[in-house]
């Protein structure tokens, strides 16, 4: 059993004040913000638009590894889901391309929720499936090209604003909000916690843990079909090859520093967001300090092997304890 | 029955073994002398501390106090591999082997035969069948281990262990899962072993099987001895009473007041010929509100097969329900939740608990289950029912937000009779409600399940402590093999006419 | 029978998909086809050996791509820029490789983490560390690459056996025996038959694993050697996601993902079916090469239903005591 995080996320706050404020000695202008064209410019904001992706398929990966699963598939659905966002944005009305896009991503969910939930098969080998195959579907919807498109209403997404806020920040907000509302307002965060805890004593507890194991992909689904979306809408067209390439891998690092164990349990949606604006944070650190991008992979490397030890049961005695307690 | 049993240096010698968990003793100052040649019976029901005198002895778990000695000098190994070094071996009931290698390899697998590097396959194949052959099996011993019987895993297992000079072996619940030839085979082969010189305890619940077996039998009850004696010795209802035994605890000690049949209420749930093939042989059961109902036998005898079937864990493949008076289908647990069932399984951590979640999620989660995702409990609703059960069966400590693990078995136990409590079940199930926790708590369930059953609502209770079934139960019903052999009413439910059903001597599977 | 069935059945689709092809294109079914598909896929076939042993296992290892891509730029570096003979630098290399693969498997066994976690902080640093050595792609000019791109074993029929095929196939052979004709070899089915049975039976688990996972990126490194004689270039961004082919291949070809069942052919013939795909789409010159992934995606689907069913299967009651002569 893993040494769980505080919950209250005061480390994960105090990682992301401390990762603003090496960023702001790098560099000075950091916290400017200009209003210009009725929207915000500046590092800091930069740090929640270029956050946007990761952050919303945290949000459903979140979900996911709070059921005892993962779900690799996420950067080949967003792949897919851009491709035919952008493929149809100059032909057809925005309702639409939106709905095309979400209903890819929810029926990709829905495979992946089946082979795992119906076909027991494990997680991270039903989800590598459509990781595979997901980047070729998209290719096969580009044509292997990079479909740019001109269409001003898709290009919102990525580059519009609401009320100065850019627009992928009040998307991401949005669908935080929403999910937050969704699980928490209802029962389904407690059954979804229930389940990844022990699926035996929930089930046995009356608790319809297919159900709610199929639910989550769905939700991962469309989470990652909203972040295609948003990055198709930014580059004003579909890269097939590139678009969402190794994001799964952030997603899940997001909600790993999110506190979130990846055995299942209980989850935090809020800090996993924070989780991947953190991650976004030393990016934009990175590339302000002057140091070459590449630079980025190797700090990620370092994050990971910090938040396992600290997950790990042999490092800490405190967990040794708890976990001694627990079992 | 084998010879040899003179040696004066017994093989292996427990003295005052003692080990706690949390507080709890498993075992208090346990002995056992087992001798060279010589067949042990090890007996106990759930919970005696059969397994952590195993464990105890072996260096799986450290012991607190007490002193293992083997041929007369003190051994404290730390692990199983050290215990197998100094020749104890143990045969568990999930054979500990690998299933996907071949046979060949289970037997010989860390010391095969090698030339070069390599591994000489040929060689070691001739060596497996050889030693196969030596204890009645002629089997191919290329395929893979799970392409045969338990029967085959268990004797690759004593193989393997009689093949690295183990001299105690140690086979726990071996024949659990075999038929009556395989048990006979595995028997030939114990008897063998026993004349040449190897000691073994045999852990088992198969009565018959002791008698067919064993010599000597050692009974342990609640972590404590009872007794050792000779098998030839000991009739079979002295036994049945040693590992049932009373060790009376005040508050159960007199029989509720019968209700007299015709005060009950019409019948909540019937049960019609129901039963699944394999699992349990098909049974009638019928139980109405503000009656207890319970369900006596020895570990193994089909009680917790019994109350799976009917919540539903297990689909019957055979008979009906009648629900209220209405047919229904019982085929999962939320269709039985739906009915008005509840079940606390025997299992607490590992199919009752959810332990990261706090004692308020655990006791409002089959409620909110029933009333599904959309209408969830405001958290208030939650506090309330929460902090209700809290008080009324006397969690401790008191505090809704603490995560179940932390707490003691006792009140995780109260835990989940709430959880149950709170979705106001007609039929609740208890699967060994009083198991592992102390005597205080006991008390208490005890007392709840009466006054429960007071309020109108109908019990079906699963206990191993025959004077506690006795306490609260209107009716017994009496369990052995797998199948109902016995339903005591009125005056009949006492501990001698219930002994006597459970040990009756008929002729069981072996 | 069981164990082998699905070894066959991988052999079968190669078969008949080559049968298929060589009716389609007379020109197909030549020795010079052949040898283009070991000379192709031999980077792929080396690290998918190393990738057998650790799935069979029961583990994963996600680092494999980015080790190959590191390899690539330090031989490049050190060959090119400090002028390091070759074989010395291989050797180095692979010394790190060792290192590296060592220090994956001990914090998989001494922290108790998911291999899954452990060899994605791999599969980031191995990368990161490639891109800070160096971003572009370097040629390598030294003499001994010309002489080994210009030797061949010459085919009846036109195919050159090259020596990188050559070595991929004594890769294979040398596996092959390592795999089955060893302790150690044995003692990694039993690890992914059940660690804490292994464990019980008295093998050395942690030194086993470490090896395992030591093998692994040793390999990988070797096929990073391969990869630079095949391009002549040492690029951080080559081999990028060839874990995901590699672990494809190694499913398609029989491997149990879930550990314990598998063999070193069988991955050989994934790797073929995976090269076939593609020799198919260019010798169809109107695909595109975007259904290799599709295509892949499908057979790993098809694969792992296919195992699913047999665990199914094995499931029920077991044959009964056959042969059993009580004495």
Same mark, same amino acid.
């Given at each position: 059993?893993?040494?769980?995080?505080?919950?209250?996320?005061?480390?994960?706050?105090?990682?992301?004040?401390?990762?603003?404020?090496?960023?702001?000695?790098? #560099?000075?202008?950091?916290?400017?913000?200009?209003?210009?064209?009725?929207?915000?410019?500046?590092?800091?904001?930069?740090?929640?638009?270029?956050?946007?992706?990761?952050?919303?398929?945290?949000?459903?990966?979140v979900?996911?590894?709070?059921?005892?699963?993962?779900?690799?598939?996420?950067?080949?659905?967003?792949?897919?889901?851009?491709?035919?966002?952008?493929?149809?944005?100059?032909?057809q009305?925005?309702?639409?391309?939106?709905?095309?896009?979400?209903?890819?991503?929810?029926?990709?969910?829905?495979?992946?929720?089946?082979?795992?939930?119906?076909?027991?098969?494990? !997680?991270?080998?039903?989800?590598?499936?459509?990781?595979?195959?997901?980047?070729?579907?998209?290719?096969?919807?580009?044509e292997?090209r990079?479909?740019?498109?001109?269409?001003?209403?898709?290009?919102?997404?990525?580059?519009? #604003?609401?009320?100065?806020? !850019?627009?992928?920040?009040a998307?991401?907000?949005?669908?935080?909000?929403?999910?937050?509302?969704?699980?928490?307002?209802?029962?389904?965060?407690?059954?979804?916690?229930?389940?990844?805890?022990?699926?035996?004593?929930?089930?046995?507890?009356?608790?319809?843990?297919?159900?709610?194991?199929?639910?989550?992909?769905?939700?991962?689904?469309f989470?990652s079909?909203?972040?295609?979306?948003?990055?198709?809408?930014?580059?004003?067209?579909?890269?097939?090859?590139?678009?969402?390439?190794?994001?799964?891998l952030?997603?899940?690092l997001?909600?790993?520093?999110?506190?979130?164990?990846?055995?299942?349990?209980?989850?935090?949606?809020?800090?996993?967001?924070?989780?991947?604006?953190?991650i976004?944070?030393?990016?934009?650190?990175?590339?302000?300090?002057?140091?070459?991008?590449?630079?980025?992979?190797?700090?990620?490397?370092?994050?990971?092997?910090?938040?396992?030890?600290?997950?790990?049961?042999?490092?800490?005695?405190?967990?040794?304890?708890?976990?001694?307690?627990?079992? | 029955?084998?010879?040899?049993?003179?040696s004066? @240096?017994?093989?292996?010698?427990?003295?005052?073994?003692?080990?706690?968990?949390?507080?709890?003793?498993?075992?208090?100052?346990?002995?056992? @002398?087992?001798?060279?040649g010589?067949?042990?019976?090890?007996?106990?029901?759930?919970?005696?501390?059969?397994?952590?005198?195993?464990?105890?002895?072996t260096?799986?778990?450290?012991?607190d106090?007490?002193?293992?000695?083997?041929?007369?000098?003190?051994?404290?190994?730390?692990? /199983?591999?050290?215990?197998?070094?100094?020749?104890?071996?143990?045969?568990?009931?999930?054979?500990?082997l690998?299933?996907?290698?071949?046979?060949?390899?289970?037997?010989? %697998?860390?010391?095969?035969p090698? +030339?070069?590097?390599?591994?000489?396959?040929?060689?070691?194949?001739?060596? /497996?069948?050889?030693l196969?052959?030596?204890?009645?099996?002629?089997?191919?011993?290329?395929?893979?281990?799970?392409?045969?019987?338990?029967?085959?895993?268990?004797?690759?297992?004593?193989?393997?262990?009689?093949?690295?000079?183990?001299?105690?072996?140690?086979?726990?619940?071996?024949?659990?899962?075999?038929?009556?030839?395989?048990?006979?085979?595995?028997?030939?082969?114990? +008897?063998?072993?026993?004349?040449?010189?190897?000691?073994?305890?045999?852990? @088992?619940?198969f009565?018959d099987?002791?008698?067919?077996?064993?010599?000597?039998?050692?009974?342990?009850?609640?972590?404590?001895?009872?007794?050792?004696?000779?098998?030839?010795?000991?009739?079979?209802?002295?036994?049945?009473?040693m590992?049932?035994?009373?060790?009376?605890?005040?508050? @159960?000690a007199?029989?509720?007041?019968?209700?007299?049949?015709?005060?009950?209420?019409?019948?909540?749930?019937?049960?019609?010929?129901?039963?699944?093939?394999?699992?349990?042989?098909p049974?009638?059961?019928?139980?109405?509100?503000?009656?207890?109902?319970?369900?006596?036998?020895?570990?193994?005898?089909?009680?917790?097969?019994?109350?799976?079937l009917?919540?539903?864990?297990?689909?019957?493949?055979?008979?009906?329900?009648?629900?209220?008076g209405?047919?229904?289908?019982?085929?999962?647990?939320?269709?039985?939740?739906?009915?008005g069932? &509840?079940?606390?399984?025997?299992?607490?951590?590992?199919?009752?608990?959810?332990?990261?979640?706090?004692?308020?999620?655990?006791?409002?989660?089959a409620?909110?289950?029933?009333?599904?995702?959309m209408?969830?409990?405001?958290?208030?609703?939650?506090?309330?029912?929460?902090?209700?059960?809290? +008080?009324?069966?006397d969690?401790?400590?008191?505090?809704?937000?603490?995560p179940?693990?932390?707490?003691?078995? &006792?009140?995780?136990?109260?835990a989940?009779?709430?959880?149950?409590?709170?979705?106001?079940?007609?039929?609740?199930?208890?699967?060994?409600?009083? +198991?592992?926790?102390?005597?205080? /708590?006991?008390?208490?369930?005890?007392? %709840?399940?009466?006054?429960?059953?007071?309020?109108?609502?109908?019990?079906?209770?699963?206990?191993?402590?025959?004077?506690?079934?006795?306490?609260?139960?209107?009716?017994?019903?009496?369990?052995?093999?797998?199948?109902?052999?016995?339903?005591?009413?009125?005056?009949?439910?006492?501990?001698?006419?219930i002994? /006597?059903?459970?040990?009756?001597?008929?002729?069981?599977?072996? | 029978?069981?164990?082998l069935?699905?070894?066959?059945?991988?052999?079968?689709?190669?078969?008949?998909?080559?049968?298929?092809?060589?009716?389609?294109?007379?020109?197909?079914?030549?020795?010079?086809?052949?040898?283009?598909?070991?000379?192709?896929?031999?980077?792929?076939?080396?690290?998918?050996?190393?990738?057998?042993?650790?799935?069979?296992?029961?583990?994963?290892d996600?680092?494999?791509?980015?080790?190959?891509g590191?390899?690539?730029?330090?031989? =490049?570096?050190?060959?090119?820029?400090?002028?390091v003979?070759?074989?010395?630098?291989?050797a180095?290399?692979?010394v790190?490789?060792?290192?590296?693969?060592?220090?994956?498997?001990?914090?998989?066994?001494?922290?108790?983490?998911p291999?899954?976690?452990?060899?994605? =902080?791999?599969?980031?640093?191995a990368?990161?560390?490639?891109?800070?050595?160096?971003?572009?792609s370097?040629?390598?000019n030294?003499?001994?690459?010309?002489?080994?791109?210009?030797?061949?074993?010459?085919?009846?029929?036109?195919?050159?056996?090259?020596?990188?095929?050559?070595?991929?196939?004594?890769?294979?052979?040398?596996?092959?025996?390592?795999?089955?004709?060893?302790?150690?070899?044995?003692?990694?089915?039993?690890?992914?038959?059940?660690?804490?049975?292994?464990?019980?039976?008295?093998?050395?688990?942690?030194?086993?694993?470490?090896?395992?996972?030591?093998?692994?990126?040793?390999?990988?490194?070797?096929?990073?050697?391969?990869?630079?004689?095949?391009?002549? =270039?040492?690029?951080?961004l080559?081999?990028?996601?060839?874990?995901?082919?590699?672990? =494809?291949?190694v499913?398609?070809?029989?491997?149990?993902?879930?550990?314990?069942?598998?063999?070193?052919?069988?991955?050989?013939?994934?790797?073929?079916?995976?090269?076939?795909?593609?020799?198919?789409?260019?010798?169809?010159g109107?695909?595109?090469?975007?259904?290799?992934?599709?295509?892949?995606?499908?057979?790993?689907?098809?694969?792992?239903?296919?195992?699913?069913?047999?665990?199914?299967?094995?499931?029920?009651?077991?044959?009964?005591?056959?042969?059993?002569?009580?004495?």
């Amino acid at each position: 059993m893993a040494l769980r995080l505080p919950r209250s996320g005061v480390p994960q706050v105090l990682a992301f004040l401390a990762i603003l404020a090496v960023n702001w000695m790098v #560099s000075a202008q950091f916290f400017d913000i200009r209003f210009q064209d009725g929207r915000l410019f500046g590092s800091l904001i930069d740090v929640f638009n270029r956050g946007a992706p990761v952050a919303l398929l945290a949000i459903g990966m979140v979900l996911v590894i709070a059921t005892r699963g993962i779900d690799l598939s996420v950067g080949a659905v967003m792949a897919i889901c851009g491709a035919i966002a952008a493929t149809l944005a100059d032909t057809q009305p925005l309702p639409v391309v939106i709905a095309a896009a979400l209903g890819a991503g929810l029926l990709c969910g829905l495979w992946n929720g089946l082979l795992v939930a119906v076909l027991g098969i494990q !997680p991270i080998i039903a989800t590598l499936i459509l990781m595979v195959a997901g980047r070729g579907i998209a290719q096969l919807i580009t044509e292997g090209r990079i479909v740019t498109f001109t269409s001003p209403d898709l290009a919102w997404f990525g580059g519009g #604003s609401v009320l100065g806020v !850019p627009a992928p920040v009040a998307i991401t907000f949005t669908v935080l909000v929403l999910t937050i509302l969704l699980v928490r307002r209802t029962a389904l965060g407690l059954m979804i916690e229930a389940t990844g805890g022990n699926a035996r004593a929930s089930a046995l507890a009356g608790v319809g843990t297919r159900v709610m194991t199929m639910a989550v992909y769905v939700w991962c689904g469309f989470c990652s079909a909203l972040a295609g979306i948003v990055a198709a809408a930014d580059i004003l067209g579909a890269d097939a090859n590139n678009s969402g390439l190794w994001l799964e891998l952030d997603a899940i690092l997001a909600v790993v520093i999110g506190g979130t164990s990846l055995f299942g349990g209980r989850f935090s949606v809020v800090l996993a967001v924070l989780g991947a604006l953190i991650i976004q944070a030393m990016n934009t650190g990175i590339l302000l300090s002057g140091y070459p991008p590449e630079f980025n992979l190797v700090v990620k490397a370092v994050v990971v092997l910090v938040v396992l030890l600290m997950q790990s049961p042999r490092f800490s005695g405190l967990a040794i304890l708890l976990s001694g307690a627990r079992k | 029955m084998s010879e040899g049993v003179s040696s004066n @240096t017994p093989l292996l010698e427990v003295r005052g073994l003692t080990k706690s968990f949390a507080g709890i003793r498993a075992l208090d100052g346990v002995d056992l @002398t087992l001798r060279a040649g010589e067949i042990h019976a090890l007996l106990g029901e759930n919970g005696a501390g059969k397994s952590t005198l195993i464990k105890t002895i072996t260096g799986v778990l450290r012991r607190d106090a007490g002193t293992v000695s083997l041929d007369g000098s003190p051994i404290a190994p730390h692990s /199983a591999e050290e215990a197998a070094t100094a020749g104890i071996a143990t045969v568990y009931q999930e054979v500990s082997l690998l299933p996907n290698l071949s046979v060949a390899q289970n037997l010989f %697998l860390g010391r095969q035969p090698t +030339r070069f590097g390599f591994v000489r396959e040929g060689e070691t194949r001739r060596r /497996a069948r050889l030693l196969l052959r030596d204890f009645g099996l002629d089997i191919d011993v290329t395929a893979p281990l799970d392409s045969y019987s338990v029967a085959v895993r268990h004797l690759t297992a004593i193989a393997r262990a009689v093949d690295m000079s183990a001299r105690v072996l140690i086979l726990d619940e071996p024949t659990a899962s075999l038929d009556a030839n395989e048990v006979e085979i595995l028997f030939t082969v114990m +008897r063998k072993l026993a004349a040449r010189g190897i000691g073994i305890v045999f852990v @088992t619940h198969f009565l018959d099987q002791v008698y067919a077996v064993t010599d000597r039998i050692t009974v342990l009850r609640n972590g404590r001895l009872v007794d050792e004696r000779l098998t030839a010795e000991l009739p079979r209802m002295d036994l049945v009473r040693m590992m049932l035994g009373r060790e009376l605890v005040e508050a @159960t000690a007199t029989h509720r007041e019968a209700v007299s049949p015709t005060a009950m209420s019409e019948p909540y749930a019937v049960f019609e010929n129901f039963g699944k093939s394999g699992y349990v042989a098909p049974f009638d059961l019928t139980v109405r509100g503000g009656e207890v109902v319970g369900l006596a036998g020895l570990l193994g005898s089909g009680r917790t097969e019994t109350t799976r079937l009917v919540f539903g864990v297990e689909k019957a493949d055979q008979g009906t329900v009648t629900i209220a008076g209405k047919p229904a289908s019982i085929s999962s647990p939320s269709e039985a939740v739906g009915h008005g069932l &509840g079940y606390c399984p025997e299992e607490r951590k590992t199919e009752g608990i959810v332990a990261d979640l706090t004692v308020r999620e655990n006791i409002v989660l089959a409620l909110q289950a029933r009333r599904g995702v959309m209408r969830p409990l405001s958290r208030r609703e939650q506090d309330e029912i929460a902090n209700k059960f809290i +008080r009324l069966l006397d969690i401790r400590p008191p505090d809704p937000e603490r995560p179940i693990g932390l707490l003691s078995g &006792g009140n995780q136990q109260k835990a989940l009779l709430a959880r149950w409590l709170a979705t106001e079940p007609r039929l609740l199930i208890l699967d060994e409600p009083t +198991r592992g926790i102390d005597v205080g /708590a006991h008390a208490e369930i005890i007392r %709840l399940i009466r006054q429960l059953c007071a309020d109108g609502m109908a019990l079906l209770v699963v206990s191993s402590e025959l004077e506690e079934i006795v306490a609260y139960a209107d009716r017994v019903i009496v369990l052995r093999d797998r199948a109902h052999v016995a339903c005591l009413e009125g005056d009949a439910v006492n501990e001698p006419t219930i002994l /006597a059903a459970i040990a009756a001597d008929t002729p069981q599977a072996a | 029978m069981n164990r082998l069935l699905p070894v066959l059945v991988t052999t079968a689709v190669f078969l008949v998909g080559f049968i298929i092809c060589s009716l389609q294109y007379p020109n197909f079914a030549s020795t010079r086809v052949v040898a283009n598909l070991l000379t192709d896929n031999a980077f792929l076939g080396i690290v998918a050996v190393g990738m057998t042993f650790v799935i069979i296992s029961g583990g994963i290892d996600l680092s494999v791509g980015s080790v190959i891509g590191f390899t690539t730029v330090f031989l =490049a570096l050190a060959i090119e820029r400090h002028d390091v003979p070759p074989l010395v630098a291989f050797a180095l290399v692979l010394v790190i490789c060792a290192a590296f693969g060592a220090a994956m498997g001990a914090a998989i066994q001494y922290f108790d983490l998911p291999p899954f976690i452990v060899t994605l =902080a791999g599969l980031f640093l191995a990368r990161g560390a490639s891109f800070l050595m160096s971003t572009e792609s370097i040629a390598i000019n030294a003499p001994l690459y010309s002489d080994i791109a210009g030797y061949a074993i010459r085919l009846p029929g036109g195919g050159r056996l090259t020596i990188i095929a050559l070595m991929m196939l004594a890769v294979f052979v040398a596996g092959g025996v390592l795999l089955h004709f060893t302790r150690f070899g044995t003692n990694v089915y039993a690890l992914g038959g059940s660690r804490a049975s292994t464990a019980l039976m008295g093998v050395r688990v942690g030194a086993t694993t470490i090896r395992i996972y030591m093998l692994s990126s040793v390999l990988a490194g070797l096929s990073g050697i391969v990869f630079t004689f095949y391009t002549s =270039a040492g690029y951080s961004l080559s081999a990028v996601g060839v874990e995901l082919d590699t672990i =494809a291949a190694v499913v398609i070809g029989g491997t149990m993902l879930t550990g314990g069942y598998g063999f070193v052919f069988g991955t050989f013939v994934g790797v073929l079916i995976q090269g076939l795909i593609q020799t198919y789409i260019t010798f169809d010159g109107s695909l595109s090469s975007w259904w290799t992934k599709i295509a892949t995606g499908v057979l790993l689907f098809a694969f792992i239903a296919f195992q699913q069913l047999l665990v199914v299967l094995a499931r029920r009651p077991p044959r009964r005591v056959a042969g059993v002569v009580p004495s």
